[in-house]
């Protein structure tokens, strides 16, 4: 009857002893995830820090230029120069199936990106190439990525349906899966970001004016505050 006894109660002991060093280790492995995601998010938010200061560029607008180029991107420049927002312009260079270094050191080199999305946005390899660079900018670097949807529907982009759809599946006739894989991934993750629609403006100008105004305001944030007393 005493074996019995001590039997049970090692057996308890070794159990408990057992739940215990278990209960132990799974606190400390969340401790040490709590504090890698600390310290993850301060390494995240110095380099976007540094990102920010070193920046060449306030704004690289993303866009297709037979859409936008000669009507609502000239007025949007126009305004961005008047708000003395600081734009990468591309001058019309011309271009290619893939974007060259300038425009990724262009896009690596601004505080904000701008993407506007057109109909036939979808229709330019160049944009699409452009456009993974500045979602891959957006989560390595901070890079703000602002949208504007011109004439399309969020949805489409999304799930690449409508004309929007069609012209990205003609875009993709004979590509490498890699690129394509790339591609759809930053529209899906693009068409998430709450934009811009031109369909909810009755006046494209005052449209025009909100963004630069809000561009305007993220810019002053990373200025920080004016060392001029009021």
């Known amino acids: 009857m005493a074996?019995?006894?001590?039997?049970?109660?090692?057996?308890?002991r070794?159990?408990?002893t057992l739940f215990g060093t278990m209960l132990f280790m799974a606190y400390s492995n969340f401790r040490l995830r709590q504090y890698y995601s600390i310290a993850d998010h301060y390494a995240f938010a110095?380099?976007?820090?540094?990102f920010h200061l070193n920046c060449t560029y306030d704004v690289f607008p993303s866009f297709h230029g037979a859409d936008v180029r000669r009507g609502f991107l000239s007025h949007l420049l126009k305004?961005?120069?008047r708000e003395a927002i600081d734009t990468f312009v591309d001058n019309n260079i011309e271009r290619g199936k893939s974007i060259g270094p300038r425009f990724i050191k262009s896009i690596r080199g601004s505080k904000i990106a701008i993407v506007l999305l057109s109909r036939n946005y979808a229709s330019s390899t160049w944009c699409l190439n452009e456009l993974a660079e500045i979602m891959s900018c957006r989560k390595e670097l901070g890079l703000i990525v602002m949208v504007v949807f011109y004439e399309v529907d969020p949805s489409d982009v999304k799930k690449l349906t409508g004309h929007f759809g069609r012209v990205f599946r003609k875009t993709c006739a004979e590509?490498?899966?890699?690129?394509?894989v790339r591609w759809r991934q930053a529209l899906a993750k693009v068409a998430?970001?709450?934009?811009?629609?031109?369909?909810?403006?009755?006046?494209?100008?005052?449209?025009?004016?909100?963004?630069?105004n809000d561009i305007s305001h993220k810019l002053n944030k990373f200025a920080g505050p004016s060392s001029e007393t009021p």
């Open 46 to 50: 110095l380099t976007t820090s540094s």
């Open 14 to 16: 070794v159990l408990f």
């Open 192 to 212: 998430t970001i709450a934009g811009y629609h031109s369909t909810n403006w009755d006046n494209e100008a005052a449209m025009i004016e909100q963004i630069a």
């Open 175 to 180: 590509k490498i899966k890699d690129d394509i």
């Open 79 to 81: 305004e961005f120069k």
């Open 3 to 12: 074996s019995t006894s001590l039997k049970k109660y090692i057996l308890d």
